[in-house]
């Protein structure tokens, strides 16, 4: 509870300060590299196979390469990104891993002050060594969503907090198709060369 609290403080406080001045959005043609770390938990949900039953917490390293490809006239634009994740795993007390790729599009909106935020949505493959009852192997399919904040901390050097739902499953190619959901939070850096 504290580590939450002292979080959002921190969270608040960064964005307060960054009302003080502007930042233009990411213009078309604009190349972004960005590296994260982030925690996660798995959580249950009530999907069509189910979600498994042990708990699995996640600390994964993201690094991602982008591309805004087009522009709005409302100062917004779309990003293509492709980003890397190798995440430690702790299952029930057991270390695992988890390693994969996943191709993601980005919406970028208006800047509001040194602040630009944004959505994502991607669909990846990973290999884990997660085993619990019912999961179906050792790679997935990882539909994923989030959304974020940059904070401009120069014209070419970001901060990001961003929000990932996470879903691990086989898609139904397997019998076993149990997938593994989760919430995850991530701070990172990104900047454009």
Do not use: C
Request: overall charge negative.
């Amino acid at each position: 509870m504290k580590k939450a609290a002292l979080t959002i403080g921190l969270l608040l406080g960064i964005f307060w300060a960054g009302l003080a001045s502007a930042n233009e959005s990411f213009s078309e043609g604009t190349t972004e590299w960005s590296f994260s770390l982030g925690y996660g938990n798995s959580i249950h949900t009530s999907l069509k196979f189910g979600n498994v039953e042990e708990d699995i917490k996640f600390v994964p390293f993201l690094f991602s390469w982008g591309k805004v490809f087009h522009e709005f006239k409302w100062d917004g634009s779309v990003q293509f990104a492709l980003e890397g994740v190798v995440s430690y795993a702790n299952q029930e007390g057991q270390d695992r891993y988890m390693v994969g790729v996943t191709p993601l599009l980005m919406l970028n909106f208006t800047s509001l002050k040194k602040w630009t935020p944004y959505v994502d949505i991607g669909l990846g493959i990973v290999a884990t060594n997660l085993d619990p009852q019912g999961f179906g192997g050792d790679w997935g399919f990882t539909p994923q969503l989030g959304f974020g904040f940059r904070y401009a901390l120069s014209d070419s050097q970001f901060l990001k907090f961003f929000y990932r739902y996470h879903h691990i499953s086989n898609a139904g190619l397997q019998e076993s198709n149990k997938s593994i959901d989760s919430n995850m939070i991530f701070i990172g850096y990104s900047f454009l060369p």
